[in-house]
């Protein structure tokens, strides 16, 4: 029987799992994707927001400031790449100057330091590229850039190697409550007993609490549509640079990225396919309009990809965080759009207090709070790199020439705990496939070497999981075994 | 720190002919670094025949091409580091790679060719809405599956882009037993060779949909589909022209990029049109010492003009080396000093004096060439008339194609070349040569121009 059983490996339960990993308990994770990572928490700004965004006294402002101050010792812990670039809100139009002022006074009220009002030379000179409508900005400080990939791999493997177990492709089914108040949670061919439920589903948050509630919820996926720039021009800003809000909405932000590109979007479109994560023309066509409203062209031809998200709104204009009126020992994490992120850490340590004070959970003292991370060759010195190579000869083979990712951290990438078994998996965890050229080269080295650490056939290597599989069959319709016997004859 | 006279970056078809010429040229030490762990490049997987018939008169499959080539250079003696990355190279041409044995390490180099050849266009720069599945591959990325691995990316197959790996993969896939619905081509003329068009598209019953495009790719995790509509003359998708293919398998081929990382980093200057470095009719980019050949230069469509454009590079790289051995580009250098009135003792010379030096060598006499009219770019951009080959074949690609049209030099404002030509299409690489007595004839004249006038 578990203690805790949180639905959902994306930042959220990733979040939860490694807190509750301080504690003396029994603790599983149930994904319904083949890996951590694969849902919202996988697309997005992959912004640390100042948090003088939303309304005061909210969840959301005070988790969100709560996990901004939390990120410089997570990151230190879990060896995670995060950097406090700070963020500009550019107003276009000297009219609108009220509003700036207005986000201004919330953020202070919302308890966001270092925030002012920069103009004219001092702007510029921040930040040369904006557009020339640009009048005045709200500067935030302590706003910062990370990958989520990684920030969220990194919390759930620290959890791992503290005792969370995880369960991929395990969809939750069915949810029931026995007479002794235990949940029994059903996941692909399996059942689950536990004393409580942490809902972090994502944008199925809403399917899982209505297992159990009859105080239905509703999450609508909200689809944000992104292109990524070549590092090329990684350098175009240095700041997260948002658009002050408008009655035309939000508008779209252009910011680097932790490793060097620019991103620009999201749009903002509301869907019914919980999985659609497709990009559209017009989608598409409005980020590169809009972003030009705050800064002037980037160059078209420098984007490398696009993709989009989906957000989990959640409507009622703030997290819906909090243990379920009709369904003791249930706690819902849902609702976690932006600044879901930044406020994972704080969420993840709500969970924590709430098995702490309910469930009668202590802390352990085996916890260890530290994780290393893949080295990452690209970023190493002369010195380092040698002595890398000399210690293990993987280190001296470059797979992805693009962002320049040795075998070595592929399969440190495999080996690991929650080790990846698919391409997006080795991508999100090294970097190999993310570059310029898309895994246009390295896709079948690292088909080879997923092949031979783990023994699954090609035929069976996936992309992302699922039917996602790169190749169909070997050539004259071999399986992978008959074409190695032949080989070996 | 390691020596070598000359250090070719990249063990393709053009690293190798520039190997071989560079041995024969004299130079004593030559070091091909390839990161593969095979010699050849991208000809490895090229096993359809059709190369070689310029430079051996015979239709050789691709690996059999780089293996004439592979022989060549070694007999010549120069020397192969495989499995072997190069992460950077100095203005001085201090050269660091890397590989699992030797770790990290340096190479002092007398000259350096840059022979990295190009890569495919991904989907991501083509920015195609829709899903983002398993089945969409770049045309080469498939072709090494098929050739290499053995492996089959799908069977119900649309192809994007009729450059020439896209036409050759449409015939592989059918042979290999997959259905390949169409080869889907933005531009209203292919952008692969005529020949390639013949005998992969048309001998399969392919059908060629010019100027239209993928606007919609379907599939949550593998693909299951693609939309396809005509464009306008402005490239956009017309309404109501949609067609649907089910297929399982999406192959691009959009376009090719020089691989230029390590020449923008080094300092390199690059034209930006073909991606690749400016260089003049010794193949030398604007870092003296530095030369550049092959696809990573200007992308080709035949690899015998590359071997034959790398057979020079290599041999001006060995002479570059050697100058610099026998101490006179320091002799040079010491002149241009003494010219700007410094002392030869003082500090190092500057970038430009080197190259300043480094022309001096070139004689005083430089005139540019350049394209216009439709043409879109020429390599070499400069030929220095006084030390240049007896003919230098200046190469460039138009922008649409011209039926009948002349193609024209213009020395300053007089035509020195006027000549008839059936077709000129942007899918084929075109050519003119000039002669060393033609040019040192008119002393006067700074710019070359070649350019398209229809009648």
Known sequence: MYDVVIVGAGVTGAAAARELSRLDAKVCVLERGEDVCVGTSKANSAIIHAGYDPKPGTLMAKLNLEGNEMMDELCKDLDIPFKRNGALIVCTDESKMGALDDLLKRGEENGVKGLKIVRGQELRSMEPNLSDDVVAALYAPTSGIICPFEMTIAMAENAAENGVEFFFNSKVIDITRDLEGLYHVKAGDKEYVTRAVMNAAGVYADEVHNMVSADKIEIRPRRGEYCLYDKEVGSYVSHTIFQLPTEKGKGVLVTPTVHGNMLAGPTSDFITDKDDTSTTADGLAEVLDKQCISVKPLPGRKIITSFSGLRAHGGTGDFIIGEVKDAPLFYDMAGIESPGLSSSPAIGRMAAEWAKKTLGLSGKETFKKTRKGIPHFADMSFAERSDLIKSNPLYGQIVCRCETVTEGEIVDAIRRPLGARSLDGVKRRTRAGMGRCQAGFCSPKVLEIIHRETGLPYDRITKCGGKSTIVLEHTKGQTTEEAEGEGKA | ?455
């Open chain 2, 1 to 455: 720190m390691k020596t070598a006279d000359v250090v070719i970056i990249g063990g393709g078809p053009a690293g190798l002919a520039a190997a071989a010429s560079a041995k024969e040229a004299g130079a004593e030490h030559v070091l091909v670094i390839e990161r593969n762990n095979e010699l050849g490049g991208i000809l490895t997987q090229c096993i359809h025949n059709g190369f070689g018939l310029h430079t051996f008169g015979e239709e050789l499959t691709g690996p059999e091409y780089a293996d004439r080539f592979i022989k060549k250079s070694t007999e010549a003696g120069a020397e192969f580091l495989l499995n072997t990355m190069v992460l950077d190279i100095s203005g001085d041409r201090i050269v660091t790679a890397m590989n699992g044995t030797d770790g990290l390490f340096q190479v002092k180099a007398g000259a350096v060719i840059l022979a990295m050849g190009c890569r495919e266009r991904p989907r991501g720069a083509l920015n195609i809405p829709g899903s983002r599945p398993s089945g969409i591959y770049t045309a080469g990325t498939a072709q090494r599956l098929i050739n290499i691995e053995g492996m089959m990316p799908g069977k119900e197959v649309v192809i994007l882009g009729s450059g020439d790996i896209g036409l050759i993969m449409a015939r592989r896939m059918t042979l290999e037993g997959a259905h390949v619905n169409a080869v889907v081509e933005l531009m209203p003329y292919s952008t692969g060779l005529r020949r390639n068009i013949v005998q992969c598209l048309d001998d399969f019953n392919i059908p060629l949909l010019l100027s239209h495009t993928v606007i919609r790719t379907e599939g949550k995790e593998h693909l299951q589909g693609v939309t396809v509509a005509e464009v306008g003359p402005d490239r956009k998708p017309v309404p109501g022209t949609e067609i649907h293919y089910d297929c399982d398998c999406l192959l691009l081929s959009c376009g090719l990029i020089p691989e230029n990382e390590l020449s923008r980093n080094a300092g390199v200057k690059i034209n930006p049109i073909t991606n690749g470095p400016v260089v003049d009719d010794t193949f030398e980019t604007s870092i003296p010492g530095v030369f550049s050949c092959g696809n990573v230069l200007h992308v080709h469509d035949l690899v015998d003009f590359v071997s034959e454009e790398a057979g020079k590079a290599g041999r001006f790289a060995a002479l570059y080396a050697q100058a610099e051995k026998d101490g006179k580009l320091a002799a040079a250098e010491k002149e241009v000093l003494a010219e700007e009135g410094k002392s030869a003792d003082g500090a190092a010379a500057s970038a430009e004096e080197v190259r300043a030096a480094d022309r001096k060598l070139r004689g005083s006499h430089a005139v540019q060439v350049a394209g216009e009219g439709g043409v879109r770019y020429t390599v070499p951009s400069d030929i220095y008339t006084d030390t240049m080959d007896g003919k230098v074949t200046v190469r460039f690609r138009v922008g649409k194609v011209y039926k009948g049209a002349y193609l024209s030099v213009y020395a300053d404002d007089q035509r020195i070349f006027h000549q008839k030509k059936k077709i000129l299409t942007p899918g084929e690489m075109c050519q003119v040569m000039l002669t060393k007595d033609k040019l040192s004839a008119m002393p006067e004249r700074k710019r070359l121009t070649v350019k398209i006038e229809e009648e």
